[in-house]
C-alpha cells in the first residue's frame, strides 16, 4: 500500500508564503499524475494545482500566478510553493497521486493552512 505524506502547512499572515510538500512511502512508485487539492471549512473539496510525469501543470483560477506546483527529482514527491497567501486560502490541503495504468488514486492525510488578516 502506497501512502503519502505530507507536510509543511501552518499558520502565516496575510501576504506570507508557505511550502508544502508530499512524498510516497515507496521510493519505486512512479506516478503519471500528482497535485495538490483543497477543503475548506463547509466547502467541497477542490483542486489547486496538478503537475504530470511530464512536467505540465494546471492551475486553478484563484491560485495562478501565486501558487507553484513542482515534482521532485525522484518524481514521487510534489510541492505546492504558495505565495502572497491571502484569508480565503485556508483549508487543509491535500496530496494527489494517480497511477493511470492501474487506475489508482491516492491521498494524503491533508495538512492545514491558516492565513491571517
Known amino acids: 500500500q502506497v501512502q503519502l505524506v505530507e507536510s509543511g502547512g501552518g499558520l502565516v499572515q496575510a501576504g506570507g508564503a508557505l511550502r508544502l510538500s508530499c512524498a510516497a512511502s515507496?521510493?519505486?512508485?512512479?506516478?503519471?499524475?500528482m497535485g495538490w487539492y483543497r477543503q475548506a471549512p463547509g466547502k467541497q473539496r477542490e483542486l489547486v494545482a496538478t503537475?504530470?510525469?511530464?512536467?505540465?501543470?494546471n492551475y486553478a483560477d484563484s491560485v495562478k500566478g501565486r501558487f507553484f506546483i513542482s515534482r521532485g527529482n525522484a518524481k514521487n514527491t510534489v510541492y505546492l510553493q504558495m505565495n502572497s497567501l491571502k484569508p480565503e486560502d485556508t483549508a487543509v490541503y491535500y496530496c494527489n497521486a494517480t497511477i493511470m495504468v492501474v487506475a489508482a488514486d491516492y491521498w494524503g492525510q491533508g495538512t492545514h493552512v491558516t492565513v491571517s488578516s
Open positions: 503537475i504530470t510525469s511530464g512536467g505540465s501543470s
Open positions: 515507496r521510493s519505486f512508485v512512479r506516478f503519471n499524475v
